[in-house]
């Protein structure tokens, strides 16, 4: 069963005549679900396991172990959660510096950040739209030449497409530096034949109504060391001690993810390979759509892995094309078609304005030009195609 928008009325004239419905809004990325989705909570139901606990929570992060590779996994309630639980497992302390791109979603920063880290955002490779490899080993050295070496780097996956971890772990280990892999948009992405994030000490996974595959919300925490996993894990449970009454040696969470949505969250994992061909198959059309049009790029893929296309990101040269990239997306709208910018870098948001950081520039130019365009899986080549007409329709070359 695909995802349907809600169901728009059809106006009716005054002389009692139905007028032609609208077409419905196609979106960025709904869920995509199987039909089996209503059977699996129905079980959960059944079992009377609801909660935080129990059988699902275990088929479920061992799904999450066989689509990934990643030998232990925790089922959080979110994929900040996630990366919440990996900043507490790295002790990240008020004043530590933690460096991430500035070209991601705020999620990435902001745990660290509420935990009283000190965000420092270094730019991205305009060939791959992840972490600059060479500007975090230039920065990472005058780091340590200044004796200000940062508590951890979060390397991010960006559109379903892997950072280069190689060269960011290699860059990190030479100091020491623990990764995190912020690999929410990253699930089914492969990096040198193994899963996006392995390698990092730990990595986040998020199940979000949007992602590629979803649980309705979710996420989990996942990692090749037994003990960080079992840390988080106990941290994520309120952080109770082994007693018969309430003990706490350190405060907690209630990060436990849902029985229920650990159900559906199952079942989507087994379609991931099918939704990431989907989400290809949908990038090579849009591609092939706009061949000849000029001002019309799009993110390249790296040559270190296989991308998902989670979601496509098309850039727009203004000049070229003849409209610019907000000015497209408002076209869009008006013909009931939902896009939206790449992310605006992090540096340019009001709440770190005062963050320091290296570069910019690229994550700049992509954030005025770039756009994402509508990529489920449950969308229609019709639906597709009306995208297209309207976009080379918008074409003032």
Known sequence: MTYLAPFRPAARSLDGLTAEASPRRIHLSPPHLTGREAAAVQGVLDSGWVA????????????????????HVLATASG?????????????????????????????????????????????????????????????????GRRQ??????????????????????ACGRWGVPVISDSAEGLGASLHGRHAGRGALLAALSFNGNKIVTAGGGGALVADDPLLVARARHLAHQAKDPAPHYQHSTSGHSYGLSSLLAAVGTVQLAELGRRVAGRRAIFDRYAAAFADLPGIGFMPEAPWGLATRWLTAMLVDP????????????????????????????????????????????????FARGLCLPSGTGMTEAEQDRIIATIRGACRA
Do not use: C, N
């Open 52 to 71: 935080p606990a129990g059988p699902a929570i275990t088929g479920f992060e061992a799904a999450v172990t066989a689509a990934t590779g990643f030998p």
């Open 80 to 144: 900040t959660a996630a990366l919440h639980l990996a900043f507490r497992v790295l002790d990240i302390a008020p004043g530590d510096e933690v460096w991430a791109p500035g070209f991601t979603f705020i999620a990435t920063i902001a745990p660290a950040v509420q935990m009283g880290a000190v965000p420092r955002f270094l730019d991205v490779d305009p060939a791959s739209w992840t972490l600059d490899p060479g500007l975090l080993r230039r920065e990472l050295h005058a780091a340590a």
């Open 149 to 170: 070496l940062p508590r951890a780097v979060v390397a991010v996956d960006i559109y379903g497409q892997s950072a280069e971890l190689d060269a960011i772990l290699a």
């Open 319 to 366: 000049v070229r094309f003849g409209m610019d990239r907000e000015t497209l997306r408002q076209t869009l709208d008006a013909a009931g078609i939902e896009s939206r910018p790449v992310w605006k870098p992090l540096p340019d948001q009001p709440v770190f304005r005062d963050a320091p950081g290296a570069g910019g520039a690229v994550a700049a130019a992509l």
